[in-house]
């Protein structure tokens, strides 16, 4: 590529990312000014130019102005799509999505906002959400026109759309369906009046979450069963899937059920406050715990017929959120022994704390035992590369190894916060309490981290023991390589080292230059010296890739 070439191409990017940046300002502006044109509209002819005079001109700046100027900007983008080269640009496709998923969010938001205003019956401020939705609700329908426009859609970014506003549909509906049903069931457990707000019966409360609800529902299943997201299968929708549909789902459900167990627990054992104090987070706690187990339970059904990758990923993941809630519960629970060991009269306080780390210990507990398996026993056929599953060995390896890494930054953290206390105390400081008081929730958290890291580190080693066993041995005959050549010699250093076992010192050739025909790839490597090694023994072996690929193996005895 000559030099003009290189700068022609630096322009054109330029000069689309600044296209597409300043046509994105301008749709922002212009919807914003006919959304306060289209809200003052919607409340009379007289309030038209009367009242925010500012606002008023705000607006008609912005409609006016903004709104020429972007038509005719798009009308100059839209002619140059002819040219397979601006469809395929990373900035045509980053505009399209970018502006698809704000104009959903506004115009989904201000439209659901709407319905629950009147509903509440506050009519005189549905009016500028109404506007905002229906403006952002055109926004939306001209660029999904453009995105699925069958000669000038983007070639870029094709699938994000579809993605992300499957997922924007699924936080909104889920928001929605637990502020319903925790309503409706708190309404239940502690009596309409107790689950009214101010001036609000509690059914109007329960009638607004659920039009998020199912506005939320309508979303997702317009872009996961009508546009196909849910037969996507590049590493966005991976991606997704396992953030959102088992990570996030995972979390609300073992926090929900967390609460949940909590607050049976002190009904059962802690009745020290009135029982409407000790029943107000119950009806949150199962409603999010009901919700994300659904949700949890689809994804994870969709994980298990996706590829080895994401069903290992969506165990791994949901292995992570059970261990977190464990190890906070025994953090809790040696915190909460330490604070009764201190003081025998501190009473409610520390019983309370005591049943708060055990109900998460008993949530996370059970779930990672569920999904980890520690008493399954790893042979080289369920966790080597022998048994064709590497790619699940490797992941589980640095899962193993974050786990314990995280462990130990952890530790490291807590042991300084206790060693500040600590000396604080010992130097005169009597403003936090005794010395266990001081250090009680940090050397909680230590002794949860230290046993997390241990377990995961014992893991690593009895694995990569039994991989290491379950690998054939080999005799090394040949003890150190030279390899000369003028191709890149980091896949065939790695390649030697794995057929002979031999140490490699690598000597680049001279009257090689780098490029497409320096010299043969590793895997044509791999099969020469399979062949040519056999039977060679010495202390050095040359190894010479030629310019034409010719591969020579020279023993020395030594």
Do not use: C
């Not at 309030?47 to 008023?56: I, K, M």
């Not at 969709?302 to 809630?325: C, D, F, P």
């Not at 974050?402 to 005169?428: D, H, K, Q």
């Amino acid at each position: 590529m000559t030099a003009e070439s290189v700068v022609g191409s630096a322009q054109r990017t330029v000069r689309r990312l600044i296209t597409y940046l300043l046509l994105f300002a301008l749709v922002v502006i212009a919807a914003v000014g006919l959304s306060g044109l289209l809200a003052r509209l919607l409340a009379g002819g007289t309030e038209l130019a009367t009242g925010d005079v500012a606002g008023l001109a705000r607006s008609l700046a912005f409609a006016l102005i903004g709104g020429p100027l972007a038509a005719l900007l798009w009308w100059a983008v839209w002619r140059r799509l002819d040219d397979e080269t601006e469809r395929a640009s990373i900035g045509w496709g980053l505009y399209v999505t970018g502006m698809y998923v704000l104009a959903l969010v506004l115009a989904t938001s201000n439209l659901l906002s709407t319905l629950t205003t009147l509903i509440g019956g506050q009519s005189l401020q549905w009016r500028l959400s109404l506007a905002t939705g229906l403006v952002w609700a055109a926004v939306w329908v001209w660029h999904r026109w453009m995105w699925r426009h069958p000669r000038r859609r983007p070639l870029d970014l094709l699938d994000v759309p579809t993605v992300l506003g499957s997922y924007i549909g699924l936080v909104i509906g889920v928001s929605g369906a637990v502020t319903a049903l925790s309503t409706l069931l708190d309404a239940a457990l502690r009596g309409a009046l107790a689950a009214a707000t101010v001036g609000k019966p509690w059914w109007v409360s329960a009638l607004q979450s659920l039009v998020w609800a199912v506005g939320g529902g309508l979303v997702w299943w317009w872009h996961w069963k009508h546009d196909g997201g849910r037969r996507l299968r590049g590493d966005l929708a991976s991606v997704g899937l396992i953030a959102v549909g088992v990570l996030g789902a995972g979390v609300l459900t073992l926090g929900g059920a967390g609460v949940a167990v909590f607050v049976l627990l002190r009904l059962a054992f802690d009745r020290t406050e009135p029982m409407d104090q000790l029943l107000e987070p119950l009806a949150p706690a199962i409603a999010a715990a009901a919700i994300g187990s659904l949700v949890w339970v689809y994804h994870r059904g969709l994980a298990r017929e996706s590829s080895e990758a994401i069903r290992q990923g969506s165990r791994l993941v949901t292995s992570g959120v059970a261990l977190v809630a464990a190890a906070s519960g025994i953090g809790v629970i040696v915190n909460a022994a330490l604070a009764m060991a201190a003081s025998p009269l501190a009473g409610s306080s520390a019983r309370t704390l005591l049943l708060g780390g055990i109900s998460s210990l008993l949530v996370g507990g059970v779930v990672w035992w569920l999904s980890w398996k520690p008493l399954q026993k790893r042979t080289a056929a369920t966790s080597g590369p022998a048994g064709g599953s590497g790619n699940w060995q490797n992941a589980r390896r640095i899962y193993l190894i974050v786990v314990f890494g995280l462990s130990a930054v952890v530790a490291v953290v807590t042991l300084l916060v206790i060693g500040y206390r600590m000396f604080g105390y010992f130097l005169g400081d009597v403003s936090g309490g005794s010395v266990v008081d001081r250090i009680r929730a940090p050397l909680g958290l230590l002794v949860a981290t230290g046993l997390v890291a241990g377990y995961h580190f014992a893991v690593w080693r009895r694995e990569r023991a039994v991989t290491g066993a379950a690998q054939p041995a080999r005799k090394q005959t040949v003890g150190h390589v030279v390899l000369v050549t003028g191709t890149d010699p980091a896949p065939l250093h790695r390649v030697i080292e794995d057929t002979t076992g031999a140490r490699v010192t690598v000597w680049r050739r001279a009257d090689v230059g780098p490029g497409p025909n320096a010299g043969p790839d590793a895997g044509r490597l791999a099969a020469e010296l399979a062949g040519k090694l056999q039977g060679v023994t010495g202390r050095q072996v040359l190894v010479t890739v030629g310019p034409d690929g010719r591969i020579d193996v020279i023993p020395f005895r030594g």
